[in-house]
């Protein structure tokens, strides 16, 4: 604001130094006066603005000036043809009773984008405070769409949407049911009664992730593969890229998800790994080390074999044996421990390892050799023909091996399956206290048949 000197002179008394801004609010005030004076208008006593108060005081013969006092926001306007000053005092706005408090973070900064805020709202109204019953907020504007809360017992929390990287203000204010039915007869017709806006100002600011857990390393010809769980915590923003570190030697990889593979190991040195999460602010800190291998040049051959009446799959980690079929093979890195994972189809049941792996556990080989394990599916005992002791998890096997007129007796329980029913022949469905018949005439396709 740019302020400029003037004097008032008076012949009784010396020159009287004050400051008039060259536009504020004030100053607007100070100019409607200053021209005033010299129209010849009278403006002592001037009307009382915002309720202000007004005091004379000498100030010699005829002055003709209006200046404003900075340090006391004091107002003084010469009266047109006469020996005195008129000084407006302006009067102080009273608080509004109805107030909210945000609590503020923890140094005041946020790592997510959406922080939530808590808060206390309290009503001093006299002689009856109705309870807060909104509170009104939004962030860096008053004039977009204000978010709601209900308070509970005087406080409650929000949660801003989310705001980008940077300071930001958060406007608050309390209602308590009055805003909608207090009115004014006056001018300007409904007058809301809000409570007393509050100003939060906050940095919105990113972490660094958490770091990666789960690591794992499975060792190929002088490199590794790497795999691992993203950490819980990305820090408040997007985990751009991971880095793995081998020891020893420090050898580094990076990508953006998992697994990596580190190369240029030394074949029959044993190293572990480490892996760090990215986001903008950072590098986290680095996982525990991953289980120790051995890089080498020498593999032996795994071979899976599945079994049974059933059917199912199976497939490694790391990655190279995909099996659904008999008999599957893939070769490893020796000192590798790899791990199969059986899935039974529908229908079927995993009734077991054998081999390399025994029981119906987890089953992990270490490739010190070559290696053979059998998975074995059988079907559930879900169906039967009747008159035989062949059992079906499906109803569409059954019915492929059933003979005409046969009877396919079947559990009380529900069978998601396509049925084909393409045969010259009838066949009666028992189950569950219920027979269906079916033929021919009715071939066609049936999903989810409860029997």
């Known amino acids: 604001m740019e302020n400029r000197a003037i004097h008032v002179k008076s012949s009784k008394v010396g020159p009287v130094r004050f400051f008039i801004p060259r536009w504020s609010g004030s100053g607007v005030l100070a100019l409607v006066a200053f021209f005033a004076a010299l129209t010849g208008t009278v403006v002592a006593p001037m009307p009382a603005v915002a309720e202000s108060v007004t005091t004379t005081i000498p100030a010699g013969a005829n002055p003709r000036a209006v200046a404003v006092n900075p340090l006391t926001n004091r107002v003084y306007t010469a009266n047109y043809s006469s020996a005195n000053v008129t000084v407006i005092t302006e009067q102080q706005v009273q608080p509004i009773p109805l107030k909210t408090a945000i609590y503020p973070l923890t140094d005041n900064s946020s790592a997510v984008r959406n922080p939530t805020l808590s808060y206390l709202v309290a009503s001093a109204y006299s002689p009856f405070a109705p309870p807060p019953q909104k509170v009104y907020y939004q962030v860096d504007t008053w004039t977009g769409q204000w978010g709601q809360s209900t308070p509970s017992t005087g406080s409650g929390n929000f949660t801003i949407p989310a705001q980008q990287l940077g300071i930001h203000t958060v406007y608050a204010f309390a209602g308590d049911g009055q805003e909608a039915t207090s009115t004014n007869t006056g001018y300007y017709g409904a007058s809301p009664i809000p409570g007393a806006m509050t100003a939060y100002t906050f940095l919105i600011t990113c972490a660094v992730p958490g770091a990666p857990t789960e690591v794992t390393a499975a060792a190929g010809d002088a490199q590794a593969t790497v795999s691992f769980t993203p950490p819980a915590s990305d820090g408040g923003n997007p985990i751009t890229g991971y880095t793995v570190i081998s020891s020893p030697g420090s050898l580094t990889a990076t990508g953006t998800a998992s697994p990596i593979t580190v190369t240029g190991l030394t074949n029959n040195t044993a190293c572990t790994f480490t892996v760090s999460a990215t986001n903008a602010a950072g590098s986290g800190p680095p996982s525990s ?17 599945i079994d049974g009446t059933g059917s199912g799959s199976v497939h490694s980690i790391p990655e190279g044996i995909a099996c659904t079929s008999v008999t599957c093979s893939q070769s490893f890195i020796a000192g590798n421990t790899v791990s199969l994972e059986q899935s039974a189809s529908n229908g079927s049941q995993f009734a077991g390892w054998s081999g390399a792996c025994t029981g119906a556990g987890p089953c992990s080989i270490l490739m010190s050799s070559a290696q053979d394990v059998t998975a074995t599916f059988n079907f559930l005992p879900n169906v039967k023909i009747e008159g035989t002791s062949q059992l079906y998890g499906l109803l569409q096997p059954a019915y492929d091996a059933a003979p005409p007129a046969a009877v396919i ?11 084909n029913l393409d045969e010259a022949k009838s066949v009666t469905f028992e189950g569950g206290g219920t027979t269906i018949r079916l033929s021919p005439s009715g071939a066609g396709s049936r999903n989810s048949m409860g029997c």
């Open 289 to 305: 080390p991953s289980n120790s291998v051995m890089p080498n040049s020498l593999s032996y051959l795994l071979t899976v074999q």
């Open 409 to 419: 007796q079947a559990l009380g329980i529900t069978f998601t399956e396509n049925l």
